[in-house]
């Protein structure tokens, strides 16, 4: 029954990562995109000398999603690194690896809802 349990765990576990890294690629892509679309279109537009809307607030909301989501990869890493740790007896200035998690969570959350804002203020700069 024991060996069932750690299976089960050691593959919950390997299930975890694979969802983080799809949720980090899902991040940067949106971001990611949505800046090249924005400057694509701007290219464009300005080019037809048509009037061109204001997007720096969307632009900004896509570059501080891209940005936080490259900062959320970093301590993802973190985390794995200082649970990696835990288990040795090597001593390292952080005790847990709960603090580098709960950051990766709140960047995470943050390059979201910057994409959503970033989506919101382009949506409304063409109204």
């Known amino acids: 029954m024991t060996d069932l349990r750690e299976e089960h765990f050691l593959e919950t576990y390997r ?3 694979s969802i983080s890294l799809e949720g980090f690629r899902y991040l940067a892509l949106i971001n990611g995109g ?30 501080v999603g891209l940005v936080s989501c490259g900062f959320a990869m970093l301590f993802a890493y973190l ?11 090597v001593r390292t200035f952080m005790k847990s690896h709960s603090v580098p ?3 990766a969570i709140a960047l ?15 949506v ?3 109204t």
């Open 15 to 17: 299930s975890l990562i």
């Open 34 to 63: 949505a800046v090249v679309a924005l400057i694509a279109y701007l290219g464009n537009t300005s080019s037809g000398g048509r009037p061109v809307p204001d997007l720096r607030a969307a632009m900004l909301g896509f570059i």
């Open 79 to 89: 985390t794995q690194l200082w649970l990696l740790n835990e288990g040795q007896p």
């Open 101 to 103: 998690l709960h950051v």
């Open 108 to 122: 995470s959350a943050l390059s979201l809802v910057a994409f959503c804002f970033g989506a919101w203020s382009a």
């Open 124 to 126: 409304s700069a063409f």
